[in-house]
């Protein structure tokens, strides 16, 4: 009953040293629609599921372009995400502008989460209530980062953020030992792969989801609808269902049971300002 | 009971994680008269319906002119819409000064948003209470967004927003997929019927709504009332009504039956300032 | 009960989507001695009704002549409305001396409802508790506004604002279609029958009203009381009362049942220092 | 119960669109010891009572010299008349610098109220608590303002403020209509009487009074106690009471049955601050 | 009940129009040690009674220099009676740099209310808890002010402040009428009565008490202990307490009475930070 | 019942003389994962564990170095850590800029300390939620000092913090005494020992541990994976684990009992943020 | 009941003119371990007991250095302390600079109540919770100062302050009449035996207290751990304690039974951040 003393302001410490409010700001990360992100030696790839507020709408972009090789994908609340993702692309424009290179991802994604260290200790703002993955690729190779609302960032050899996600993680945690040396073919397909754990049960087209790619090669860019359509005909074609069904056994069962029950109320009652 | 708890202020995060007075900042959009927006590649048209405060007075202007391509309507709190549109209009002068062309659509709506989010993260000032439709045209070609209290936009077909827009909603899911490739004649005349959805029973006259329209080689501009009312006669005369409610048979159906049992009472409860 | 949750702050949103402040200072209005306005195409007429704080003292101003072609008349916190005049003073001198023509009254308007808007959005500040009726001439020709708390404005032909202007908007209404051809003398009849609604049975005399003009050829100037003392006589001698009788029946009617029961104990309760 | 609520804050209204804070300000006039002003064509004259808070003390000064042509008489918060009193001093020597002539006394009065206004819109201030009466003479004549914690003025021809004032208001008001063409010996004399009402049966003498004179050929001045002392033997020997009774019956009446009952207890429970 | 909800800031009036922040704060000087001041024609003489904290300590320094010309003495908080009167000094260095003179008593008086009525307006700061007894002397003779919380000021034939400060007020009271053409030892004699009232049967000695005199060719000084021993052997040698006893009589009823019932208590429960 | 009025703002006193949000911000560095701290006279070790979010990231970093000879290990808020650390960098760059010499250990610490005081003293900033291990190496020797949240420092031999920790502390306590003329072999020997103490069964790998050196002729620098593992498996190969239980006997039990039951559940309930 | 209106924020003043925030950081003084001061005409000795978090850590530092010629004890909050005292330095160092002779201890000591007064008057600060024994050497002699978080400050013989200062002060009460004439070996010892009494039957050794001189020839400096010994057994060895027991017989009483009762719980519940 007393908890209510320590939950509204984030100034206020809770008698177990607790930040209630940065922790309720991560709670509107949950409620976003899913964010996925994983990387090769090579190649980092950022994936989202599209949510339209209606049929006359286009979806709410969630995927940004921060520099020739760094890119972002939020979830939770979208005017957060791109106010703090156009915070990044200044950073970067500076920094190129300055030291005529580009900027490593990890030295930004410090700079994004020093940002939101600075919203939890003053009392006339308020936390960020986004999460963000970084994409990028530096002289070490790729990169993928998970920025959240309390200001700590870790990095990632696979992640995934939002509604529905656990089934997605699940995904990853039992691919991710492939991904250092996968191919870049390879990576997209374990992206869409996982995305799709995130839809329960919903068919994953190339209008319900966008992908994007960084890489040695290749600046990162949003693939288009076509390309997007063309592997997910290719892997489906391929009766790679069936194939991968078994590896991913109780991943499926998972999929099928668990989310229907607990995550679909949570996405029920999502916050409304937030896609 | 304890959810009260954080809603008072603009910098409280839920337990949930959301940010109420955000979300009731949004509400203040619905109580605000309807106004709607639809686009073809060529043109985009945006009209509202007017509400004097009594005989006496002209109806509130909720139609503002920004450029010579871009133009807003809004619902919901007059005056919060008007101070943005102010702002709007000083950012498409400065733009075209410092660069001798005109400011695209898009960007002008991702600034409009971003002033929208600095006012949801400080603890001393408030949402802002309206809906903004901005249609307008550029080297992409014609452009409509809606821009909400949360600072975030989406880009659109055609939308309604305010005090019984669902029935204009519905109209225009029903046709959306035709206005890409319409004519500047067919697109009117589908605005004002989606208009007339959100009337009630109450007669479409070229009294009690305003039509504005930017295209290719017709720059921003709001219809005068001969214009208007012809359109009216025309479509009316035309026996167009009867050709249509059978296209639109269940639209009319609930226009005559939701409208009056849930929309009318908030109506009645409509915040005295907002017109 | 938990309504008291959202109105002692304007910067706090109603679940409703009301900002219940904004519409307190709106009541301060309601509580403000009579005002009126009715405009010709050529003449705007701004009309009140004055109150002497006791029998030693003039009564409070409430008609402020802001530029040669424009003038305000208040209703509800005299002070707010002073300043409120004074911005409007200053703002007209310096259009003035930068661009030598006069500024438009509707651009003043605006500029009035946009300060008014800024009062609505931060914590630190309280909404004007006053509304303003401005009169003005300009090259449109002769113009009426009301500016209001909620930082809203509107365009009317006749209008009348505070303590018992029902009684006087029913009138005007009535009458209003006669009004934009009117010649001067008849608007000025027409202000003054509707002021007499106001005063509740009370005698009109030369110096319980006040009455300005502006208009073609005529600057905006408050008429002395000799001239309005005339303009009683001449009107109540002619028989007026009774050929206007007929005509303006039911007003009568309500003038002499409703403002008894409903208006008054609201003026008993008016607050001290608000005249 | 609930009108709690809204009677902390100068910046709250009240739902009936009142400031509570501005009229409990006012309140504070109420308690201040009583002040009188009235005033000729030529001269304007203002007085107050004394109060000592032991005999070992000097009265608190309650009237102070503007400038030559005005003065102020306060009744309230010493503090807060004293500070406001230097600010108009600062006012008319500015005023005096720049052009040469002196400020006349309504605009002054303006100032003073806007300044005010100021203390009535900002949460971070409080009302002033202290009426003025500014007498003063200019081109037009003499003046006689009442200024007070509303940041609203009103000319008078002749006033009373403070406790036990309303039997001296009830005098001035038989008497007033004489005082436009009152010699200046005659409106003393009125000063004192109408001084004496507020005394409630206490005897009035050179100490327990201050009157001030401002008038044609006359710079602002307080009379010296042998001045007031000869002015208060020359109309009580001429047996004047006497005379004045039967005119000014009824206030006797009301003098020594009213204040005794009402404004009484009011004094007793006087804030210990405010002399 | 409710009173409480006017209490705890500054800047929040009373229905009865009080400031209660500021009456508490006056409270504080109640609980002070007890301080006289009282002046002739030439001399100005400043007492007050030493408290120390422990055998140990030294007593608290309760009367300060200002200037040559100018001391005050204090009761209630001792830190801000500190401050206050190192601002005052600097106040008498800058006027005697700029003019070459001393600067009169009168007018540092005010300029000290005036810093006091500051601190009474603003929601960010506290009224100071402290009065000060100013003496000193100036082309018009010797003053005495005394200055309190509430940003007001008296001048003083003769004043006792602190606790049990009501004995001497009364025995100042009886003697007041004779010390204007006092001679300075004279004056000397009744300080040490008066200070010897709030004593409260304790015994009058050099150690517990401070006397300061400022007066025609005597700079502002504090006495020494030998002389102040010496004054208190003099007069009591004299048998000048029997003789005075009858003159005093019904004080020093009133003292051995009064003080040990009403004030004692009060006393008792003296702040811990206040001596 | 009435503690609850004290401690949710860092300006507020408790009664008792208590800043209880200090308090509970030291309470933070509780939950965080372990960090320990040993030096002998020529090196200063830290040591921490590390705590992955899920398989597929990698864990949060969690020892920073400041400069060649300084490092700093932290527990609780790992954003005020991150923070806190660029700070201590910041400030020695300036020294060896400005002085051309490096900045002592214990002058950094100060500095470091009384940016965390000024967070305990102003309301609008919160205090920092993260305790500071600094390990560095000046002239005067190998240094370790502990910084805690309420702006005070330690200087310690040895030391442990975060959850946990007491394990290691009774460890550390036992063996102390010899680590002044420790080699670095050995004292690295003890840090491992240490930290396998607060995982409570868990096996020590390279893995979920990291240890950061400087010392004589070393700078700072965190032992690579090998080195770790190396040192793991040399100390167990050893038979090293027998030979300790006896000499930590009591320790071990105290390992197997306490912890379980009353840190785990501390731990369960974690702050998500802080890990 | 209503007691807890009044005390949560230092600006706020209880009814009864006490600030209650100050007094409750005073409260913090009497948390803290034990400090005392004494001086003779020639030196002055500050001392504390040393107390360490653990055996691990060094003790907290209690006594710095100001200047050659002051020195400092505090007791209460450490860090608040550390930054007064660098305060303190920083002000010397300027002093010298600009006077080339050292500043006299009274006006330092002056310098750093005002500084603790700002906190006190300010709402957005609070109270300094600490206590400093101020001792120093200037041309007047050795001196020692108390200043306390109400801003106040007092010249002592000898103090003691912190947790069961009682004892030691009552030791000091009955020698503090030699102590102006003591030889420096004098001092020394009064000091250790006072200090013996704050520690309750605990026995006092070089390693539980730190002792600091400074005097005529002798800078302040702490003395080191082998004279501190050195003085402990000269002083016990000579069978001094018997010798003294009879002297401080009572005293010895009191400090066996009444700190034991009501100090030690007092001492058990210290905040947790104040050593």
Redesign the interface.
């Known amino acids: 009953m ?1 908890r ?28 976003g629609s899913a964010a996925i992100g994983l990387r090769s030696k090579t190649h980092a790839i950022l994936a989202c599921v599209n949510k ?7 979806h ?1 972009k969630k995927i940004f372009k921060v520099d020739e090789h760094i890119g972002v994908a939020i979830a ?5 995400g ?2 703090l993702s ?1 915070y990044m692309r200044s950073e970067c424009i500076n920094y190129t502008y300055s030291y005529e290179s580009d900027l490593h991802v990890g030295r930004l994604v ?1 700079q994004l ?2 940002k ?2 600075v ?9 960020y ?1 986004v999460g963000l993955l970084v994409g990028g690729l530096d002289e070490s190779g790729a990169h993928l980062y ?1 920025n ?5 960032y ?6 995934a953020i939002g509604s529905r996600s656990q089934a997605a ?1 699940t995904y ?2 039992r691919r ?1 030992e492939n991904f250092t040396d996968s191919s870049r073919g390879s990576l997209l397909k374990d992206a869409l792969f996982a995305l799709r754990e995130t839809l329960q049960g919903e068919k994953l087209t190339s209008t319900n989801c966008t992908v994007a790619v960084v890489g040695v090669g290749e600046a990162f860019h949003v693939l288009d609808i076509e390309t997007i359509q063309g592997l997910i005909n290719e892997f489906e074609l391929a009766g790679e269902e069936e194939a991968l069904a078994a590896t991913i056994d109780a991943v499926a069962d998972a999929e099928s049971a668990v989310p229907e029950a607990s995550d679909a109320p949570t996405d029920e ?1 999502a ?5």
Chains 1, 2, 3, 4, 5, 6, 7 share one sequence.
């Open positions: 007393f209510i003393q320590y939950d509204t302001d984030v100034t206020t410490w809770s008698p177990a040293g607790r930040l209630f409010q940065v922790e309720y700001a991560m709670e509107a990360v949950k409620q339209a507020n209606s049929e006359l709408s286009s709410q939770g609340l979208t005017a957060d791109r106010v156009k410090v989460a020093d939101a260290q919203c939890n200790q003053r009392s006339w703002k308020r936390p209530g998970y959240c609302p309390s200001g700590t870790f990095e990632y050899q696979a992640f993680k990853l945690e991710f009652g916050a409304p300002m937030d896609i």
